[in-house]
T-cell receptor, first 112, second 112 residues
Framework: AQKITQTQPGMFVQEKEAVTLDCTYD???????LFWYKQPSSGEMIFLIY??????QNATEGRYSLNFQKARKSANLVISASQLGDSAMYFC?????????FGTGTKLQVIP | SQTIHQWPATLVQPVGSPLSLECTVE??????LYWYRQAAGRGLQLLFY??????ISSEVPQNLSASRPQDRQFILSSKKLLLSDSGFYLC???????????FGPGTRLTVL
């Protein structure tokens, strides 16, 4: 079974600084996908970014980028120029066949 | 564009009462549908998923059940709620042959 690990329960970052949220996974699947979602206090899960296992380049979406290191089985999220509205829970997720498995999340707090 | 609806938004139910949560998707056909539960301060646990009408896969044995009576409708039910059923229930959809899951706004269930 696939396992996905987020080792940082909480992180602080100064406004306008960059922050990296860690995510590692364990799989023997030849093809898979990795996601990051943001969950603000309202509870909605907001899709941020996706990386396919065969994608040659790291995914980027605006201020979000995914640092994908396949050999190390890591898929860290980098948020550049943090904003106060970035304060939220962030979940890494692994997509296997038909199912997505979520990590336990990292609570990010942006300090003014 | 595709939208996903869940209702009710919040629900307070006594132990032993029945439950019915509804999820509908608009703007797509034959989506894969998912029910997740999130306990307070925790990650997401996949409960059920469906790849078509009447096709339900259960991930966790429990007193909950799911049904898909129509292509874009997914229902989560229980005959008798337990205290441990309290949580935040999220429905998600994924278009066939795509990777990303998109989530509904969620239902916050409190069992007293």
């Amino acid at each position: 079974a696939q396992k996905i690990t987020q080792t940082q329960p909480g992180m602080f970052v100064q406004e306008k600084e960059a922050v990296t949220l860690d995510c590692t996974y364990d799989t023997s699947d030849p093809s898979y996908g990795l996601f990051w979602y943001k969950q603000p206090s309202s509870g909605e899960m907001i899709f941020l970014i996706y990386q396919g296992s065969y994608d040659q380049q790291n995914a980027t979406e605006g201020r979000y980028s995914l640092n994908f290191q396949k050999a190390r089985k890591s898929a860290n999220l980098v948020i550049s120029a943090s904003q106060l509205g970035d304060s939220a829970m962030y979940f890494c997720a692994y997509r296997g066949y038909q199912k997505v498995t979520f990590g336990t999340g990292t609570k990010l707090q942006v300090i003014p | 564009s595709q939208t996903i609806h869940q209702w009710p938004a919040t629900l307070v139910q006594p132990v032993g009462s029945p439950l019915s949560l509804e999820c509908t998707v608009e703007g797509t056909s034959n989506p894969n549908l998912y029910w997740y539960r999130q306990a307070a301060g925790r990650g997401l646990q996949l409960l059920f998923y469906s790849v078509g009408i009447g096709q339900i896969s259960s991930e966790v044995p429990q007193n909950l059940s799911a049904s898909r009576p129509q292509d874009r409708q997914f229902i989560l039910s229980s005959k008798k709620l337990l205290l441990s059923d309290s949580g935040f229930y999220l429905c998600a959809w994924r278009a066939p042959d795509t990777d990303t899951q998109y989530f509904g706004p969620g239902t916050r269930l409190t069992v007293l």
